[in-house]
T-cell receptor
Framework: GENVEQHPSTLSVQEGDSAVIKCTYS??????FPWYKQELGKGPQLIID?????GEKKDQRIAVTLNKTAKHFSLHITETQPEDSAVYFC?????????FGGGTRVLVKP | EPEVTQTPSHQVTQMGQEVILRCVPI?????FYWYRQILGQKVEFLVS????????KSEIFDDQFSVERPDGSNFTLKIRSTKLEDSAMYFC????????????FGPGTRLTVL
């Protein structure tokens, strides 16, 4: 089955700097890659997703890139703000079953 | 904005007892899911449900687990005889018209088995 690995597990950045989180996947059949943000006491909230027919997608300060050949995808957050502090999860899916990465705890220091 | 809701937020039970976790998916969504997250571990897929039947389940989802959509709004996860290792955060999710549509997650139910 699918295996998704996520790095780093923790990331501390200065406010205004960029944050990058990387994920790799194993199943070449996976074609959908969402990113979720989880704040304390809440469920995962979708922040951006990308499908395998696209190499890059951007939404304001958030962008995701996908390299199907290398089977990896990345989340980029620019101009980080304190409210970006949370745990971020990548996931991969072939069909409707999401396989999650281990999560990255992001701390944005003011 | 529509959202997935779950009750209770926290459930404490004795080992061997049955528990039912409840979810109200987003109205008009057709696909429903349960995931769990043991403390410090990955979020894991348990089961997907469509058209009143299970469409896929993981190895975790053994005979102790069952799901049901008892009416037009609720979606439940039952654990028949809880074990200590069932202690986890359980998330319900729903998605719309296609199995590859975005999955929207509820806030979760923290299950503690003593």
């Amino acid at each position: 089955g699918e295996n998704v690995e996520q790095h780093p597990s923790t990331l501390s950045v200065q406010e205004g700097d960029s944050a990058v989180i990387k994920c790799t996947y194993s199943d070449s059949a996976s074609n959908y890659f969402p990113w979720y943000k989880q704040e304390l006491g809440k469920g995962p909230q979708l922040i951006i997703d990308i499908r395998s027919n696209v190499g890059e997608k951007k939404d304001q300060r958030i962008a995701v890139t996908l390299n199907k050949t290398a089977k990896h995808f990345s989340l980029h957050i620019t101009e980080t703000q304190p409210e970006d502090s949370a745990v971020y999860f990548c996931a991969g899916a072939a069909g409707n079953k999401l396989t999650f990465g281990g999560g990255t705890r992001v701390l944005v220091k003011p | 904005e529509p959202e997935v809701t779950q009750t209770p937020s926290h459930q404490v039970t004795q080992m061997g007892q049955e528990v039912i976790l409840r979810c109200v998916p987003i109205s008009n969504h057709l696909y429903f899911y349960w995931y769990r997250q043991i403390l410090g571990q990955k979020v894991e897929f348990l089961v997907s449900f469509y058209n009143n039947e299970i469409s896929e389940k993981s190895e975790i989802f053994d005979d102790q687990f069952s799901v049901e959509r008892p009416d037009g709004s609720n979606f439940t996860l039952k654990i028949r005889s809880t074990k200590l290792e069932d202690s986890a955060m359980y998330f319900c999710a729903s998605s719309g018209w296609s199995s590859t549509d975005t999955q929207y997650f509820g806030p979760g139910t923290r299950l503690t088995v003593l």
